[in-house]
């Protein structure tokens, strides 16, 4: 199954390699991690997707709540929650391409955000699989570069993740 | 007043009312050093490998309940040590270690002894820190000291560039502290506990197991007062000898792979099992698919959450200090009406005593040649069962845990998680600075003993009347005895061949040393050893019969239930 766990840490140097070193020791699987301050700047926001048994997901929230730095841990996916990522896509534009690939960006709701002769960049948010969808909606051939942040997460409603 | 770093790392450990560092200095740690040597509070012992000092430190903590304190220098200084923070941190053992680190502007440079301490040491400490500002020094020795001894204990590292020793700032040393992100739970949850005290009255088949945190709490006369209202059997894992008294008729002895025969067939057949302060690992429950096939309700004590339910499915969960727990279990049982059932409990000592009849610790013995199970049992009857005794790992470790019978805590010291061999030396040492009138045993093998034989200079320096026992069977007897059973008796490098006469090594050094080779010289040996030469060192070379072999023996990946036993080979 996979999990989004959400964690808060101390925003100290080393914070990350504790997290992301618990996952080596330990096997667990990593598919994305995000990291960056909250806006309490002694605290960092970390999103961490992983595929596991409810059995080894429990051990990593409990071996991540171990963590001396780490303040809070819950696993977002017990409860409704939104996920979303962002991508950044930089695709060949030129002739007939350049006015399709504005339209498809425009199908997803992505903007060009860097346009030269010959190249767009089109940041597109969304959850993964709309991502994965953008790109196989376009021509494979045309694209340069992608970029993908991994994913970010937060619980709806009345569920907050704060100190 | 301002101080400098290295005043004031000394004076925090003055606060911290530490009397013993055991170190080495080196370049990084000289002004830490130069403090060290302008008082007389703290008082250092000079080991002769960094390794010796943080097992001599860890030795001190297991044996006094104290924080045991160590101090080395950077790069090598960090990197030998490192096998005994992980020694430590297997066994949640509480250490502050503090570590010399090259100046703040030289990180990152490859500079001479230079090691990524804190990333090195990362995934074998409780927690470290690299002081980066002198103004965090004394905030974060501090920090080491209760996060150490608090909730599950463990080893703490402060990593502290050179320059951060001599930069000044004022001191001020907290009373009391208190972190966000670090709450360890100490009561446990009163329900879970109302559940867990209705399975032990409805138990038929109880069983009580307990492990290290039993030791580590200091919950020994708490356990022993609730197994006896309970009547229930006990055993304990390697870890909690001594938590519950080995000569007392509940006591079934340890469990695991090297357990008795009533332990492991108890632990398989219960009905409830209450574990306490220990953790279910590969060598105490074998297979644990084998172990499900029995089913049984369990009730789990340990102040470490990601201990519950790691390997073995638990039903009652409860978190919390082991003490405080054990209090509110004897509270809710002596407030509540039902009592355990005699007539069922009855017929399942029946049974216990049936298993236990097997004897299954008994061996043979000649005339010819010294059994070493013997000279542990000669050790407990000379010693009167009331000494400290360390071990170094192999079947000389399994040997003495099977044969001295411990009645009281923190007197059996020994790398039970990580299983280190060269522990055992300076471990006895840690143990007489912490005990300096204690009688100390050390229970070795001629493998073992050599992997930090270097201490015996430290032994002499601070006449340390350790009784070493080595026993001798010329070969790493645990890898033969599995080579012998499992690898169709091929003894690939198990033999010690070319070892040092062990007799002259120690008067080299400055000891008493003594060869015994007959079954009928080993108890007038060990008397003179420990009546005679009372106050000296002695070297007790066992030459011991080199086919001898542990059991019961549960073999790897195997139930419990699946013991091969002495007489069966």
């Not at chain 1, 002694?42 to 171990?66: A, C, H, W």
């Not at chain 2, 104290?66 to 080395?72: A, D, H, M, N």
């Not at chain 2, 109880?206 to 492990?211: F, H, K, L, S």
């Not at chain 2, 509110?328 to 017929?347: N, V, Y």
Request: proline share 4%; net charge neutral; aromatic share 8%.
């Amino acid at each position: 199954m996979r999990h989004i766990i959400s964690i808060l840490i101390e925003n100290e140097s080393g914070a990350l390699s504790r997290v992301s070193g618990l996952f080596s020791a330990r096997g667990y699987n990593i598919d994305s991690l995000t990291v960056a301050p909250t806006e309490d700047p002694s605290l960092s926001r970390m999103t961490i997707v992983s595929i596991g048994s409810d059995d080894i997901i429990e051990q990593i929230t409990k071996q991540l709540n171990k963590l001396i730095d780490v303040v809070k841990v819950v696993d977002l996916s017990e409860a409704p929650h939104i996920e979303r990522e962002l991508m950044l896509v930089k695709v060949r534009a030129t002739g007939k391409d350049r006015e399709e690939m504005k339209r498809v960006a425009d199908i997803f709701r992505g903007h060009i955000i860097d346009v030269t002769e010959s190249s767009y960049v089109i940041e597109l948010t969304g959850d993964g699989a709309k991502l994965d969808a953008f790109l196989n909606a376009i021509d494979r051939s045309l694209i340069l570069e992608t970029v993908r942040t991994g994913v970010c997460g937060i619980g709806r409603g009345d569920r907050i993740l704060k100190v | 007043m301002q101080l400098t770093g290295a005043e004031i790392v000394i004076r925090c450990l003055q606060e911290e009312k530490v009397d013993y560092v055991f170190g080495y200095p080196g370049g990084s740690v000289l002004f830490i050093y130069d403090e060290l040597f302008k008082q007389d509070q703290v008082r250092h012992v000079l080991v002769r490998h960094e390794q010796a000092a943080v097992h001599a430190a860890d030795a001190y903590s297991r044996s006094s309940d104290k924080v045991g304190v160590c101090l080395v220098t950077s790069g090598p200084g960090v990197t030998n040590a490192v096998t005994g923070i992980a020694t430590a941190y297997m066994d949640s053992i509480p250490l502050v270690v503090l570590t010399g680190q090259v100046p703040t502007a030289y990180i990152g440079q490859d500079a001479f002894q230079e090691a990524d301490t804190v990333g090195i040491t990362r995934p074998c400490v409780k927690h470290n820190f690299l002081v980066k500002d002198v103004k965090d020094l004394a905030i974060t020795i501090k920090k080491a000291f209760y996060l150490a001894k608090t909730g599950r204990p463990g080893p703490v590292l402060v990593d502290i560039p050179k320059d951060i020793t001599i930069q000044k700032t004022e001191f001020h040393y907290p009373k009391t502290l208190s972190m966000r992100s670090y709450n360890p739970v100490v009561k446990g949850h009163t329900g879970q506990i109302k559940k867990a005290v209705q399975l032990l009255l409805e138990a038929k088949r109880p069983m009580i197991y307990t492990g290290g945190g039993v030791i580590l709490s200091n919950a020994a006369e708490k356990l022993t007062r609730l197994a006896r209202m309970l009547g229930f059997p006990v055993t304990q894992t390697l870890m909690g000898l001594g938590g519950y008294p080995a000569t007392d008729r509940q006591h079934l002895g340890m469990l695991g792979m090297h357990g008795t025969f009533e332990a492991n067939m108890a632990m398989q057949e219960c009905d409830v099992l209450l574990a306490i302060g220990a953790r279910f690992d590969d060598r105490v429950i074998g297979n644990p698919e084998h172990f499900a096939r029995n089913p049984r309700k369990i009730i789990h004590v340990d102040i470490d959450p990601s201990s519950i339910s790691k390997r073995v499915k638990v039903d009652v969960p409860i978190v919390g200090n082991v003490p405080d727990v054990i209090d509110e279990i004897i509270r809710q049982l002596e407030a509540s009406e039902g009592k355990p059932d005699a007539r069922h409990l009855a017929a399942w000592w029946k049974q216990i005593e049936e298993w236990r009849s097997k004897n299954c610790l008994k061996y043979k013995m000649g005339s010819e040649l010294i059994m070493p199970q013997y000279v542990v049992e000669k050790l407990y009857e000379v010693t009167g069962g009331d000494a400290f005794v360390t071990s170094d790992v192999g079947q000389h470790q399994m040997w003495a845990a099977q044969y001295y019978k411990f009645d009281k805590p923190r007197r059996w010291i020994n790398s039970g998680g990580l299983g280190t061999m060269g522990f055992g030396l300076p471990a006895a040492m840690g143990v007489r600075f912490a005990n300096p009138d204690a009688t100390v045993a050390c229970i070795t093998g001629e493998g073992s003993i050599q992997m930090n034989i270097q201490e015996l200079s430290t032994c002499k320096q601070f006449h340390l009347p350790i009784k070493i026992l080595c026993l001798n069977n010329g070969y790493l007897g645990m890898v033969r005895q599995w080579q012998q059973m499992f690898h169709g008796n091929r003894y690939a490098e198990s033999y010690v061949d070319a070892l040092p006469d062990f007799v002259k090594l120690a008067e080299a050094y400055g000891h008493v040393g003594m060869r015994i080779t007959k079954p009928a010289d080993v108890e007038p040996a060990l008397r003179e050893a420990f009546v005679k030469h009372k106050n000296q060192l002695v070297f007790l070379d066992f030459l011991t019969d080199k086919t001898a072999n542990v059991f019961p023996m549960v073999a790897a990946g195997k139930g419990l239930s699946e013991m091969i036993l002495a007489e069966e080979l």
